[in-house]
């Protein structure tokens, strides 16, 4: 089992950039495949990323492919997201995830979910 913890979040000008972090408990971190999601209000749960167990496989959500990096450290057991040039439509509750298992891309395919950061980007 592990648990997660987002940080990082906060209020940007649209242009501007954050990093997330993503905090895990355990010490079998590397085990899992982690991904990004968002939530914006009344909208569902989307896609953002995905990094496979080892760190050498990514994959982006289209809308951010280009302007986000994710990134992991399993020495640190935790996992990143770069957000460069955000934009107003990046605005969303940010969720970091894991999967005991390959990279997975909607969000009922992962086990183990963080709280959540919110991600404010001002016009």
């Known amino acids: 089992q592990v648990q997660l913890e987002e940080s990082g979040g906060g209020l940007v000008q649209a242009g501007g950039s954050l990093r997330l972090s993503c905090a895990a408990s355990?010490?079998?971190?590397?085990?899992?495949?982690m991904g990004w999601f968002r939530q914006a209000p009344g909208k569902e749960r989307e896609f953002v990323a995905a990094?496979?167990?080892?760190?050498?496989?990514?994959d982006y959500a289209d809308s951010v492919k280009g302007r986000f990096t994710i990134s992991r450290d399993n020495a640190k057991n935790t996992v990143y997201l770069q957000m460069n040039s955000l934009k107003p439509e990046d605005t969303a509750v940010y969720y970091c995830?894991?999967?005991?298992?390959?990279?997975?891309?909607?969000?009922?395919?992962?086990?183990?979910w963080g709280q959540g950061t919110q991600v404010t980007v001002s016009s």
């Open positions: 990094i496979s167990r080892g760190g050498g496989i990514t």
């Open positions: 355990g010490r079998t971190f590397s085990s899992y495949s």
């Open positions: 995830a894991a999967v005991r298992a390959g990279m997975g891309y909607r969000h009922n395919e992962y086990n183990y």
